[in-house]
């Protein structure tokens, strides 16, 4: 695999000569300084736009935003097009030609010489207007986003060529693509493992090094970490770091250092996201790993409501459901709308929630309950007989509200969900009688 890392070469060439006890030194190389710079600007040239010249640019601007991927298609012809999609463009796919060249700047530069307005955004010294923020907030620093628009070209092999920002000196890197892909769809694969990964539903994720050691993450949606150990201080031991998100997962800039608990810390730099489970898994011989807290924490949360999905429930919770819609409809000549587990702030007390409605008025009502967490995993029901003025007229006329809470009485419940990061759906499959499968989905 070809690899050129010319600025190492050049300095151990000097290091030699400035330390050799001859009075004259043979010629190092068989070309002048300028004819080996001249010969990095044409190998760079020549990678770029290999194999049909199309690259994904992992592009970083400060710690304090996240990481944007953008498309790069680099032309023989001197010319560039760029893709991109963040919210800096509208949230839209947009895609722009430019010109470009390496040219020669104490060694090897590459350089976007006209402007680029879905890129050079970035780089402009201008005050910078979060369009997520309120609209009376303000920057008037006139630096921008710090972004560059010059990159010096440091090494490269056939997959990856590491930059280096001119002016402000972040490392990025280019990937090399298929020629074949199109840079619209690959943008929106970036969105697709985004979904995956995060959601604001979700605030709280926990990351779990090769110890057993646990970290609170938060702030997963805006790019940039928020994090402190467990078991340690959210305030003198808070860290934070920004990332990019990938096809396959999620880059840090610089690394995330974490804080432990006690003494120490913890860096990690990259995970790959796992199908099987729907966690991120570090890239490392002893890797940590980030998924949401228990599905019990996030069930008995009292600022989560978890809806039925009644047409994914199976076995007795399926009849009881249908059965109530029929019950209602038959002795009330009311709709039955849904059940959902949620939180009464009101009553103070946590609620299996349902809603009838009739010629257009709505009727909300509450059964209240406690759920124990007997493990990670598994939660018991215990109704107490409370509820409000509204629940106690349906459960004295509707018999199968009354069957479904002896059910769920009747046993512990087992919550599964095929994302340990974004469970937003998830089932409570009965210890008793394991086709007794009631399916929720995050509200």
């Given at each position: 695999?070809?690899?050129?890392?010319?600025i190492?070469?050049?300095?151990?060439?000097?290091?030699?000569?400035?330390?050799?006890?001859?009075?004259?030194?043979?010629?190092?190389?068989?070309?002048?300084?300028?004819?080996r710079?001249?010969?990095?600007v044409?190998d760079?040239?020549?990678?770029l736009?290999?194999?049909?010249?199309?690259?994904?640019?992992?592009?970083?601007?400060?710690?304090?935003?996240?990481?944007?991927?953008?498309?790069?298609?680099?032309?023989e012809?001197?010319?560039?097009?760029?893709?991109?999609?963040?919210?800096?463009?509208?949230?839209k796919?947009?895609?722009?030609?430019?010109?470009?060249?390496?040219?020669?700047?104490?060694?090897?530069?590459?350089?976007?010489?006209?402007?680029?307005?879905?890129?050079?955004?970035?780089?402009?010294?201008?005050?910078?207007?979060?369009?997520?923020?309120?609209?009376?907030?303000?920057?008037?620093?006139?630096?921008?986003?710090?972004?560059?628009?010059?990159?010096?070209?440091?090494?490269s092999?056939?997959?990856?060529?590491?930059?280096k920002?001119?002016?402000?000196?972040?490392?990025?890197?280019?990937?090399?693509?298929?020629?074949?892909?199109?840079?619209?769809?690959?943008?929106?694969?970036?969105?697709?493992?985004?979904?995956?990964?995060f959601?604001?539903?979700f605030?709280?994720?926990?990351?779990?090094?090769?110890?057993?050691?646990?970290?609170?993450?938060?702030?997963?949606?805006?790019?940039?970490?928020?994090?402190?150990p467990?078991?340690?201080?959210?305030?003198?031991?808070?860290?934070?770091?920004?990332?990019?998100?990938?096809?396959?997962?999620?880059?840090?800039?610089n690394?995330?250092?974490?804080?432990?608990?006690?003494?120490?810390?913890?860096?990690?730099?990259?995970?790959t996201?796992?199908?099987?489970?729907?966690?991120?898994?570090?890239?490392?011989?002893?890797?940590?790993?980030?998924?949401?807290?228990?599905?019990?924490?996030?069930?008995?949360?009292?600022?989560?409501?978890?809806k039925?999905?009644?047409?994914?429930?199976?076995?007795?919770?399926?009849?009881?459901?249908?059965?109530?819609?029929?019950?209602?409809?038959?002795?009330?000549?009311?709709?039955?709308?849904?059940?959902?587990?949620?939180?009464?702030?009101?009553?103070?007390?946590?609620?299996?929630?349902?809603?009838?409605?009739?010629?257009?008025?709505?009727?909300k009502?509450n059964?209240?309950?406690?759920?124990?967490?007997?493990g990670?995993?598994?939660?018991?029901?215990a109704?107490?007989?409370?509820?409000?003025?509204?629940?106690?007229?349906?459960?004295?006329?509707?018999?199968?509200?009354?069957?479904l809470?002896?059910?769920?009485?009747?046993?512990?419940?087992?919550?599964?969900?095929?994302?340990?990061?974004?469970?937003?759906q998830?089932?409570?499959?009965?210890?008793?009688?394991?086709?007794?499968?009631?399916?929720?989905?995050?509200?």
């Amino acid at each position: 695999m070809k690899k050129f890392l010319y600025i190492a070469t050049m300095l151990a060439a000097v290091a030699t000569a400035t330390t050799s006890c001859k009075s004259e030194v043979d010629d190092l190389f068989d070309t002048s300084a300028a004819e080996r710079t001249q010969q990095a600007v044409d190998d760079y040239t020549a990678a770029l736009t290999a194999n049909g010249g199309k690259w994904v640019l992992e592009y970083f601007t400060n710690s304090g935003e996240p990481g944007y991927v953008y498309v790069f298609t680099f032309n023989e012809n001197g010319s560039v097009k760029i893709s991109g999609k963040n919210k800096w463009i509208g949230n839209k796919f947009k895609s722009e030609t430019s010109a470009w060249e390496v040219i020669s700047d104490n060694g090897p530069v590459m350089t976007l010489n006209t402007y680029n307005s879905i890129f050079h955004i970035f780089a402009n010294p201008d005050n910078v207007l979060d369009p997520d923020a309120s609209s009376d907030e303000t920057d008037e620093t006139g630096y921008g986003h710090y972004g560059d628009y010059e990159f010096m070209l440091m090494e490269s092999n056939d997959d990856v060529i590491r930059l280096k920002g001119k002016k402000w000196g972040v490392t990025h890197y280019l990937r090399h693509l298929d020629p074949n892909t199109d840079d619209e769809a690959y943008l929106a694969e970036v969105d697709a493992m985004k979904a995956k990964l995060f959601s604001s539903k979700f605030k709280t994720l926990i990351l779990t090094d090769a110890t057993g050691e646990r970290f609170v993450l938060t702030d997963a949606t805006t790019g940039v970490f928020t994090g402190y150990p467990e078991a340690g201080d959210k305030i003198t031991q808070l860290t934070n770091a920004n990332f990019i998100i990938t096809t396959t997962g999620i880059r840090f800039m610089n690394g995330f250092e974490l804080m432990r608990a006690t003494e120490g810390e913890l860096e990690v730099k990259e995970f790959t996201y796992n199908e099987a489970d729907g966690s991120l898994v570090e890239v490392s011989e002893t890797p940590a790993v980030i998924t949401a807290p228990e599905f019990t924490t996030l069930f008995t949360d009292n600022t989560l409501t978890w809806k039925f999905d009644n047409a994914a429930c199976t076995g007795q919770p399926a009849t009881l459901y249908a059965s109530m819609v029929s019950e209602v409809k038959s002795a009330l000549n009311e709709t039955f709308k849904y059940f959902q587990f949620t939180y009464d702030k009101t009553a103070d007390k946590a609620s299996l929630n349902f809603q009838t409605q009739s010629r257009g008025k709505s009727y909300k009502a509450n059964v209240y309950f406690t759920a124990e967490t007997t493990g990670d995993a598994t939660v018991k029901f215990a109704f107490d007989g409370t509820y409000d003025e509204t629940a106690e007229y349906y459960y004295k006329n509707i018999p199968s509200l009354k069957k479904l809470i002896d059910l769920l009485e009747s046993t512990e419940w087992t919550l599964h969900s095929a994302s340990r990061l974004v469970p937003s759906q998830m089932t409570l499959v009965s210890n008793a009688v394991s086709d007794d499968v009631i399916a929720i989905n995050i509200q």
